[in-house]
T-cell receptor, first 112, second 114 residues
Framework: SQTIHQWPATLVQPVGSPLSLECTVEGTSNPNLYWYRQAAGRGLQLLFYSVGIGQISSEVPQNLSASRPQDRQFILSSKKLLLSDSGFYLC???????????FGPGTRLTVT | AQKVTQAQTEISVVEKEDVTLDCVYETRDTTYYLFWYKQPPSGELVFLIRRNSFDEQNEISGRYSWNFQKSTSSFNFTITASQVVDSAVYFCALSSHSWGKFQFGAGTQVVVTP
C-alpha cells in the first residue's frame, strides 16, 4: 500500500531563517506531488505541484521554492522565512488529476 | 478557470440530526472529477469520495451520501444521524486534465454537539 510521510511535524523558526520541509511517498511510482499551505482559517492554497522529477509548477509567487530530486521526494524550501509563511503545510500525491489526492500528516510552521 | 464554492462557512447541529453540505462548481471541461475530503481537528485531510462527470449516480456509504447533479453543477454531501466524530472541516474539490491540478473549495466547518 502507499504511504506518504512528512517531517517535521512541527517547526518554530525565526524570521529570516531558512526552511526545508520534506515529503516522501512510498509504494507508488511517478506520482503527481503537491505542496499546499493552510493559513489561519481553512482554505487550502496550492503552492507547487510536480508531475515528474525536476518538473515543478509554481502557483503563487513568494519566497518559497520546491524541488523534486527523486521520483518520490518533494522538498519545500525557503532561504529567508517571513512571518506570513506561518501555517500548516500539507504534502499530497495522486496518480493523476483524474484520481484523488492523498495527504500527508502536515507540518505546522510558526515563524516568530 | 475552475471554481468551487462552498457557501456554508459553518454548520452546527445536535447529535443525530442530519446535515447537508453544499458544493457548487464551475468548469468548462466536459470531463472532470469531483471529490470530498474531511479534515478532523488533527489536521490530516482524509479522502471520502471521487466522482467523474459521466457518473451521476448518487452514492451512499454508511451514514454518508452524495448527490451529484450536473444540471445544477452541484455535488452535495449529507451526513445522516450525525455524531460528534463527524465534527470536522469538509472540503469539496474539482479537477480536470486541462486544468492539471485540483481546485478546492473554502471548506465547511461542521460542529456536532452531544
Amino acid at each position: 500500500s502507499q504511504t506518504i510521510h512528512q517531517w517535521p511535524a512541527t517547526l518554530v523558526q525565526p524570521v529570516g531563517s531558512p526552511l526545508s520541509l520534506e515529503c516522501t511517498v512510498e509504494g507508488t511510482s511517478n506520482p503527481n506531488l503537491y505542496w499546499y499551505r493552510q493559513a489561519a482559517g481553512r482554505g487550502l492554497q496550492l503552492l507547487f505541484y510536480s508531475v515528474g522529477i525536476g518538473q515543478i509548477s509554481s502557483e503563487v509567487p513568494q519566497n518559497l521554492s520546491a524541488s523534486r530530486p527523486q521520483d518520490r521526494q518533494f522538498i519545500l524550501s525557503s532561504k529567508k522565512l517571513l512571518l506570513s509563511d506561518s501555517g500548516f503545510y500539507l504534502c499530497a500525491w495522486s496518480v493523476s488529476v483524474s484520481y484523488e489526492q492523498y495527504f500527508g500528516p502536515g507540518t505546522r510552521l510558526t515563524v516568530t | 478557470a475552475q471554481k468551487v464554492t462552498q457557501a456554508q462557512t459553518e454548520i452546527s447541529v445536535v447529535e443525530k440530526e442530519d446535515v447537508t453540505l453544499d458544493c457548487v462548481y464551475e468548469t468548462r471541461d466536459t470531463t472532470y472529477y469531483l471529490f470530498w475530503y474531511k479534515q478532523p481537528p488533527s489536521g490530516e485531510l482524509v479522502f471520502l469520495i471521487r466522482r467523474n462527470s459521466f457518473d451521476e449516480q448518487n452514492e451512499i456509504s454508511g451514514r454518508y451520501s452524495w448527490n451529484f447533479q450536473k444540471s445544477t453543477s452541484s455535488f452535495n454531501f449529507t451526513i445522516t444521524a450525525s455524531q460528534v466524530v463527524d465534527s470536522a472541516v469538509y472540503f469539496c474539490a474539482l479537477s480536470s486534465h486541462s486544468w492539471g491540478k485540483f481546485q478546492f473549495g473554502a471548506g465547511t466547518q461542521v460542529v456536532v454537539t452531544p
